[in-house]
């Protein structure tokens, strides 16, 4: 019982902290960068200044992140989008279909450099609309083609000159 | 740039070829526009891949009308729907949607279409005429008046676009960090790049903002939903007399407030349009018989005047000054940059053809719409209706194309997904997206004017009256911003 009504508040409280631990993380690379620069590179290369500015704007970072990204300055500063009403049909699992689309894209870039753009776009398209839209088998092997026929003929009537992969001939 | 320029302009404008594509680019910026969440800057980012082996002056075009189709759509959407396609359409949904549910959708469509298409023709001749004597001051800057310029862009955007001063200048200073990613020009000695040699080459604003505008946005559409409305009947377009005579009043005050603070770095047109909206409001009150929230027509009227006059008169600082005063003419700046044209005062010199002929493509691209807008209110109406799930991965594909053709470069979809789910997490905690695109797009500009600044002499700062002049100013936003915000802090608190 007791783990059930930790775990939620617990990744709360690690949501709440992580805009101000990225922008920490990235201040604190941005500072180290910048000492490297001014402390390890021959100053013969003229790095000084590179290294002054980012260490300027590193410390700059984590001085304004501190002030203004505590979770007790943040709370319930999140900005609803246009469009967001109580009309709106809320998804039924709304983390797993945005998980499966940045899966998505990640595909995308491994299979354009390998099958192609052709290919790629339709294990895009087609996991997208089966999985995420949940259409079914044919729908979503219907809609796939005709996208993917558009895209073609779109893609080269513009002259977008995209890997051809394994279709290449 | 005079007459005979810009009738050149026009002469290259009025090529089938061009006309065509000026056409096509109304129609999928408007079809773009009229979906839920997606506004101008979503339809550049998606639509930018389609653009980009065009030819330089066909390309700005076909994006000019892009940018313009997706205005107008998003007020069609607003209206007949009550889905605004952006923050901006809010007002034509508020005042617009009950003119639908009382049947007259299409004196409502006819009155935003008129007001954007009045404040686009007066924006784009200020553009003709500002831009022009601006260029020639700008011609003027050395690099401490470039470093003032900046500071001073780069202040008044973190500071009036976001709730918090302190929070704007964070996000900037992010964008400016990670703009620094790559090889430094000067020394050649690599920053930020961990011994990667993808980072090597540093991040490319393109898919930078694929990802922020596009990628993020399927992201939080697939998070909340999609609103389901019933498309309502447009009917007439004609509005009766007294509706001419108020929303006319209201769009020529919205034209001219948005224009003048357009010219203003930071004052996006979300921001404008709601101060048209609240000022209409305030003076309809004032009057007595004030029909706010029941379909008032000067809450469209002014409202889309702004929003259209303060587009256009962000293409002043971006043409004459290069320097982008939201993140839609960042990206606009990010393509010109790609089809190699570089935003600034020689643009209305050594580019001075290409300025031409995107200026008379405004003109073009405003009359364009006006036509196809009214007649094909209900086909956008269908459009805002297709399901999300046949649009996300047509989205996703468009990104994804976007990344890759910046550079030829897989990685850049990568950099495109963490910047999509940058920009996810960042709506989703209230971090303001603005400064950030700024600072990653004037921080290199920033860096170099400093550093030539002090190879010439750290002195001239203060020997520059111009750099002076832009110091103070960028003081003087940032207190005028702490105020507001302290302001809007407490009448919070008193109403709890």
Redesign the interface.
């Known amino acids: 019982m007791a783990t059930t009504t930790r775990s939620p508040s617990r990744a709360r409280t690690l949501g709440a902290y992580a805009p101000m631990l990225v922008l920490l993380l990235l201040a604190g690379l941005a500072v180290e960068e910048g000492l490297r620069l001014l402390l390890t590179i021959d100053p013969a290369a003229q790095a000084d200044m590179a290294g002054w500015y980012i260490l300027v704007l590193g410390v700059v970072l984590a001085a304004t992140t501190a002030y203004s990204e505590r979770p007790s300055v943040t709370e319930g500063t999140g900005e609803d989008a246009p469009g967001d009403s109580d009309d709106a049909a809320r998804p039924a699992t709304p983390y797993r279909d945005m998980t499966i689309c940045l899966l998505l894209v990640a595909a995308y870039a491994a299979l354009l450099a390998t099958l192609g753009y052709v290919l790629a776009g339709v294990v895009v398209v087609f996991v997208f609309l089966h999985v995420i839209s949940r259409y079914g088998w044919i729908k979503s092997t219907v809609y796939t083609l005709v996208m993917n026929a558009v895209f073609i003929a779109l893609f080269e009537l513009s002259g977008v000159v995209l890997p051809a992969g394994i279709l290449r001939f | 740039m005079g007459l005979s320029e810009l009738l050149s302009g026009f002469a290259e404008v009025f090529q089938p070829q061009v006309l065509l594509l000026a056409f096509l680019g109304c129609l999928a910026g408007t079809m773009v526009g009229v979906l839920?969440?997606l506004g101008p800057v979503s339809a550049i980012a998606i639509l930018f891949?389609?653009?980009?082996?065009?030819g330089p002056s066909a390309a700005i075009v076909v994006l000019a009308a892009i940018y313009y189709g997706a205005m107008y759509g998003g007020s069609t959407s607003a209206i007949l729907l009550k889905?605004?396609?952006?923050?901006s359409?809010?007002p034509a949904a508020l005042e617009g949607y009950p003119m639908t549910q009382r049947g007259r959708a299409g004196q409502a469509l006819a009155i935003a279409a008129g007001a954007s298409f009045f404040a686009g023709i007066v924006g784009t001749l200020g553009v003709w005429l500002i831009g022009p004597h601006l260029a020639g001051f700008a011609l003027e800057f050395g690099p401490p008046e470039m470093l003032g310029l900046v500071l001073f862009a780069l202040t008044a955007i973190a500071g009036l676009s976001s709730?918090?001063v302190?929070?704007g200048?964070?996000m900037a200073?992010?964008g400016?960090?990670?703009a620094?990613v790559g090889l430094?020009l000067?020394?050649?000695?690599q920053?930020?790049t961990f011994g990667s040699l993808e980072l090597m080459q540093g991040l490319d604003i393109v898919p930078v903002m694929i990802g922020l505008f596009g990628?993020a946005e399927?992201?939080?559409t697939?998070?909340?939903?999609?609103?389901?409305?019933q498309a309502a009947k447009v009917g007439g377009f004609l509005p009766t007399r007294d509706e001419f005579r108020r929303s006319a009043g209201a769009a020529g005050r919205g034209t001219v407030t948005g224009f003048l603070l357009g010219l203003i770095p930071g004052m996006l047109p979300s921001t404008t349009t709601f101060l048209s909206y609240a000022s209409e409001r305030r003076r309809a009150e004032r009057k007595g018989g004030s029909r706010f929230g029941t379909g008032a027509v000067e809450g469209i009227g002014g409202p889309e005047a702004a929003n259209n006059a303060t587009a256009m008169s962000g293409f002043v600082p971006l043409f004459s000054l290069g320097i982008p005063t939201g993140p839609t003419m960042a990206l606009i700046m990010a393509a010109l940059m790609v089809y190699g044209v570089v935003p600034g005062p020689t643009m209305f010199t050594s580019d001075a053809d290409i300025t031409a002929a995107v200026i008379a493509s405004f003109f073009v691209a405003n009359v364009i719409l006006l036509v196809l807008n009214l007649p094909l209110a209900g086909l956008w109406a269908k459009i805002a209706n297709v399901?999300?799930?046949?649009l996300?991965?047509?989205i996703?594909?468009c990104?994804?194309?976007g990344a890759?053709?910046a550079r030829?470069s897989?990685f850049d979809?990568?950099v495109?997904?963490v910047a999509?789910?940058a920009g996810?997490?960042?709506?989703?905690?209230?971090?303001p997206v603005a400064p950030f695109v700024m600072g990653f797009i004037l921080g290199p500009m920033l860096?170099l004017s400093?550093?030539q600044t002090?190879a010439i002499s750290p002195a001239s700062l203060v020997e520059s009256p111009i750099f002076l002049c832009f110091a103070a100013a960028a003081l003087v936003s940032v207190g005028l911003a702490y105020r507001l915000h302290r302001r809007g802090v407490e009448k919070v608190d008193a109403n709890a």
């Open positions: 839920p969440g891949p389609l653009t980009a082996y065009l889905i605004p396609g952006e923050v359409s809010l709730g918090s302190v929070r200048i964070g200073v992010a400016m960090l990670l620094s430094d000067t020394s050649s000695q920053r930020m990628v399927v992201l939080r697939l998070e909340r939903g999609t609103p389901s409305a399901p999300y799930g046949v996300g991965p047509i996703i594909v990104c994804g194309v890759y053709t030829n897989v979809i990568v495109c997904l999509g789910v996810w997490a960042m709506s989703k905690r209230g971090l860096e400093l550093r002090v």
